[in-house]
T-cell receptor, first 116, second 115 residues
Framework: DTGVSQDPRHKITKRGQNVTFRCDPI?????LYWYRQTLGQGPEFLTY????????KSRLLSDRFSAERPKGSFSTLEIQRTEQGDSAMYLC??????????????FGEGSRLTVL | GNSVTQMEGPVTLSEEAFLTINCTYT??????LFWYVQYPGEGLQLLLK?????DKGSNKGFEATYRKETTSFHLEKGSVQVSDSAVYFC??????????????FGAGTRLAVHP
């Protein structure tokens, strides 16, 4: 399977704990995105990378959230001191930035976070 | 930045009925427009897209036309099937001060098709 893969698929944690999610994009894609989706809502943009550079961060991304893409391939999203309001599906997507790019994103199946 | 408003759900139809899900957007310029679908238990998948005004995107019997005059991108299907039951998201490409290199998603419209 050469699609976007995310790990873990489901994480249950206690409030105050730290969690980390990993995303492996489609191999030839140089852009990687993180979105958050809560029940009954559409995905909300969090941040994106082009290669290893983090080019945009949403105001939704509080200082407890940090994302990295150290070698321009996989990415991690860490949430420190989790709160119950962080419970959501965290979606990763990738795309290729080139002259033919129309903006289409390819999504993984998501990592569901439940904070107790 | 760009924003999107789509028809609230749920939409409940009988098999073979005609479907319309409305989507309007506000944008700087003329962004590419997308419809994504999320089937139960699955990730978001691209359904169709249109990259410029008057383009018609189509896939699996679904169609949507990029209308710059009305800033709309309504999704239609002539005859829905039970297997079309899913949540549908309209998504213009982002823009303005927020940057163009992302998609802005609507809240989604849940479609339930009954036999």
């Amino acid at each position: 399977d050469t699609g976007v893969s995310q790990d873990p698929r489901h994480k249950i944690t206690k409030r105050g704990q730290n969690v980390t999610f990993r995303c492996d994009p489609i191999s030839e894609h140089n852009r990687l995105y993180w979105y958050r989706q809560t029940l009954g809502q559409g995905p909300e943009f969090l941040t994106y990378f082009q290669n290893e550079a983090q080019l945009e961060k949403s105001r939704l991304l509080s200082d407890r959230f940090s994302a990295e893409r150290p070698k321009g391939s996989f990415s991690t999203l860490e949430i420190q001191r989790t709160e119950q309001g962080d419970s959501a599906m965290y979606l990763c997507a990738s795309s290729f930035a080139g002259s033919s790019n129309t903006g289409e994103l390819f999504f993984g199946e998501g990592s569901r976070l439940t904070v107790l | 930045g760009n924003s999107v408003t789509q028809m609230e759900g749920p939409v409940t139809l009988s098999e073979e009925a005609f479907l319309t899900i409305n989507c309007t957007y506000t944008a700087t310029g003329y962004p590419s427009l997308f419809w994504y679908v999320q089937y139960p238990g699955e990730g978001l998948q691209l359904l169709l897209k249109a990259t410029k005004a008057d383009d018609k995107g189509s896939n699996k019997g679904f169609e949507a036309t990029y209308r710059k005059e009305t800033t709309s991108f309504h999704l239609e299907k002539g005859s829905v099937q039970v297997s079309d039951s899913a949540v549908y998201f309209c998504a213009p490409r982002g823009g303005g001060s927020g940057g163009y290199n992302k998609l802005i998603f609507g809240a989604g419209t849940r479609l339930a098709v009954h036999p």
